[in-house]
Every structure is written in C-alpha cells, then in structure tokens.
C-alpha cells in the first residue's frame, strides 16, 4: 500500500471516529466497542480521550521509522 493510501486512510479513520463521538455528544448516548472479548461504554469524552492517545502513538510510532 502506497504511503498516500495509508495518510487517506488514517484521515477517513479519524474523520469517523469524530462524527461518531460528535453524535454521541448530540444525543447523550455512549459509544459502544468491542475490547479484549468485551463489550465496553465509553463516554463521547473518554472516546474522544482514547482517540487522541491512540492518533499520537501511531503519530510517534511514525516519526521513528
């Protein structure tokens, strides 16, 4: 997969991850995933918390290769 795939793909990932969070906000309802074989509520907040950790480890994991 070319790079500029990958940046196109991350960047619709992201873009998703927001309009779900943003929904989530708009209608006061949690946001549902599946972890570790478990199904887990996570506030739009905490996913937002989630979302920002797990862009700038792939972001740091990025900038040493």
Same mark, same amino acid.
């Given at each position: 997969?070319?790079?500029?795939?990958?940046?196109?793909?991350?960047?619709?990932?992201?873009?998703?991850?927001? $309009?779900?969070? =943003?929904?989530?906000?708009?209608?006061? $309802?949690?946001?549902?995933?599946?972890?570790?074989?478990?199904?887990? =509520?996570? $506030?739009?907040?905490?996913?937002?918390?989630?979302?920002?950790?797990?862009?700038?480890?792939?972001?740091?994991?990025?900038?040493?290769?």
């Amino acid at each position: 997969m070319s790079d500029s795939l990958i940046e196109k793909a991350d960047a619709a990932f992201k873009i998703a991850c927001q $309009t779900v969070i =943003e929904r989530a906000r708009q209608s006061h $309802t949690e946001i549902v995933i599946w972890r570790d074989g478990k199904i887990v =509520e996570l $506030t739009p907040d905490q996913a937002a918390a989630e979302l920002a950790t797990n862009l700038a480890k792939r972001q740091s994991h990025r900038d040493v290769q």
